[in-house]
């Protein structure tokens, strides 16, 4: 069965400063990687993915993640973080085939506190 | 385009009673998927509906169910309800089999007191 790491509960970062997420997974077959955000009482917010092609993707408000497959990561960067980043971040895995390849499976997710 | 709505919000039962949670998809996908988030456990999968049919169920007991509706809504239903089914369930669609990228409705805050 598959599985995610983030192995960070919590991140205190300085505003402005650069950060980095980690996320290890386990799997025997080949997946598809995802990265949300979930702000306090909120909804998953989908924030970036990589289904297939060029290993490294970025999102629209800065951050970006790059598929290493012989380390099977998928860490989330940012170059310098706002305090609107403040939020848990969460990693998520589907299969690409097998049973139970559609749904999800999320690592335990990981706090990332911005300080002013 | 609207997102995925879910409904109610908030949700105060009792133990031994029973929920239902509604969700709609987005417009045009056919894949309803439902997570339990409870605290401590983290996002954990609980069902899966495709173009009306129950496509698959995560690990937990039969007292969970739902159904999609003709026009992709889905319902979970929680029977006989427990303390510890006290958690947010969050509802999220995709365009079906031919799409990997599921988006997040809001979610409904359970708890049984």
């Not at chain 1, 306090?40 to 951050?63: A, C, D, M, R």
């Amino acid at each position: 069965a598959q599985s995610v790491t983030q192995l960070d509960s919590q991140v205190p970062v300085f505003e402005e400063a650069p950060v980095e997420l980690r996320c290890n997974y386990s799997s025997s077959v080949s997946v598809y990687l995802f990265w949300y955000v979930q702000y306090p009482n909120q909804g998953l917010q989908l924030l970036l993915k990589y289904l297939s092609g060029s290993t490294l993707v970025e999102s629209i408000n800065g951050f970006e993640a790059e598929f290493n497959k012989s380390q099977t990561s998928f860490h989330l960067r940012k170059p310098s973080v706002h305090i609107s980043d403040t939020a848990e971040y969460f990693c998520a895995v589907s299969l690409h085939s097998g049973a139970g390849s559609y749904q999800l499976t999320f690592g335990k997710g990981t706090k990332l506190s911005v300080i002013p | 385009e609207a997102g995925v709505t879910q409904s109610p919000t908030h949700l105060i039962k009792t133990r031994g009673q029973q929920a239902t949670l509604r969700c709609s998809p987005i417009s045009g996908h056919t894949s309803v998927y439902w997570y339990q988030q409870a605290l401590g456990l983290g996002l954990q999968f609980l069902l899966w509906y495709d173009e009306g049919e129950e496509r698959n169920r995560g690990n937990f007991p039969p007292r969970f169910s739902g159904r999609q509706f003709p026009n992709y809504s889905s319902e979970l239903n929680v029977n006989a309800l427990e303390l510890e089914d006290s958690a947010l369930y969050l509802c999220a669609s995709s365009k079906g089999l031919a799409e990997r990228t599921q988006y997040f409705g809001p979610g409904t805050r359970l708890l049984v007191l």
